[in-house]
């Protein structure tokens, strides 16, 4: 039978790899967009001497921008890119990040941005002059004259595979993370029964009458939902867009209210609160207001004596080194409370 605990399941599968697939999709656009630079990426830079650059016309428009060209000479233009710091808007430093010299090939000049020296031998991508830097060039009668020596575009040495390779690192986390997440929904979305939470219902008892039992709750909550959380007479569920999750109140072993303080520019920004409820099988974090989540946590106390409750680093040392010590403290706190 389809309970609504594997419904659940189930929806927040799909929407999990419908995610991952819109992620998907938008890489390869982005791609497809990107062909003409993914080539260039792939097979230059390409070689070109004075004829092959005789025949570009507009680079931005150009099958293959990114290039290697040997001149024979070269010239400094006196022209340099300054890189300036401030702060409050007072000049901290000033430096020199870049230089533009005229390459000489063939019998023409190609302007060439460098932030390493003047080599004969460069490698970059073509790129129009900027109509400032082209007024600096050209800003006298001599310059003007010979303007047509000088190609109309100009090749930048920045480092033209960067962006490529921050791409790559991106899709190799896309993948890490894909084979972490998107693999195991699709798995559990083949067979909901696989899902932890399904497994966890099931352990609790007779799978129908549990998950009935946990959606009329949830329809009914004891107390408002703080975001994606609802606290219900015997249970917690937290049912997001692409997570579904429940917990028994009475597995509690551990509750803590955390405030993260917020800052924007080092001025204080408020604060976020969470309640920290730790059961077996997950950890849930609610987030409301500090007296929501004050709220949650009495409650909780209320119906769970036996858990401990508040934070201390200790507990936190003990929680990571041993949580099997402190759930049999937990256990044995439950046993004396009970008889």
């Known amino acids: 039978m389809d309970t609504w605990i594997l419904q659940m399941c189930r929806r927040s599968c799909s929407r999990q790899l419908l995610a991952w697939g819109l992620v998907l999709t938008a890489g390869l656009v982005f791609g497809a967009l990107n062909i003409r630079y993914v080539t260039n990426f792939l097979n230059g830079p390409f070689p070109m001497g004075s004829a092959e650059l005789d025949q570009v016309g507009d680079p931005a428009e150009a099958s293959q921008y990114f290039v290697r060209v ?22 901290e430093s000033r430096r020199v990040s870049a230089e533009y010299y005229a390459l000489q090939v063939g019998s023409r000049f190609l302007i060439v941005k460098s932030s390493s020296g003047e080599p004969t031998v460069v490698e970059g991508r073509l790129a129009p002059t900027p109509s400032d830097l082209s007024r600096q060039l050209f ?3 001599e310059m ?5 020596l000088v190609y109309p575009f100009y090749l930048d040495t920045d480092s033209f595979r960067f962006p490529g390779y921050c791409f790559i690192a991106a899709s190799m986390v896309f993948l890490w993370l894909f084979c972490r997440k998107g693999i195991p929904a699709w798995l559990r979305l083949q067979n909901p029964s696989s899902h932890p939470v399904v497994a966890r219902v099931a352990s609790w008892g007779d799978p129908i009458a549990v998950a009935a039992e946990i959606e009329r709750e949830y329809r009914t909550p004891e107390l408002p939902s703080l975001g994606d959380c609802t606290i219900t ?14 917990v028994r109140l009475e597995d509690l072993v551990w509750a803590y209210k955390r405030v993260t303080k917020k800052r924007v520019n080092f001025i204080p920004a408020g604060k976020d609160y969470h309640a920290i409820l730790i059961c077996y099988g997950a950890a849930i974090a609610v987030q409301g207001s500090e007296q929501q989540v004050d709220d949650v946590l009495r409650y909780a106390s209320q119906r769970t004596p036996w858990a401990v409750f508040g934070y201390s680093a200790d507990l936190e040392g003990l929680f990571k080194r041993q949580p099997q010590d402190l759930c049999l403290a937990v256990e044995a706190r439950r046993r004396e409370i009970e008889s």
């Not at 007479?233 to 429940?246: C, E, T, W």
Request: glycine letters at 12%; aromatic letters at 10%; zero cysteines.
């Open 70 to 91: 040997s001149g024979s000479r070269a010239f400094d233009t006196g022209i340099r890119q300054i890189t300036t710091s401030e702060r409050g808007g007072v000049e």
């Open 139 to 141: 800003d006298t009668p």
């Open 144 to 148: 003007q004259a010979a303007r047509p």
């Open 233 to 246: 007479g015997k249970y917690l569920v937290q049912d997001s867009v692409f997570a579904f999750d429940v």
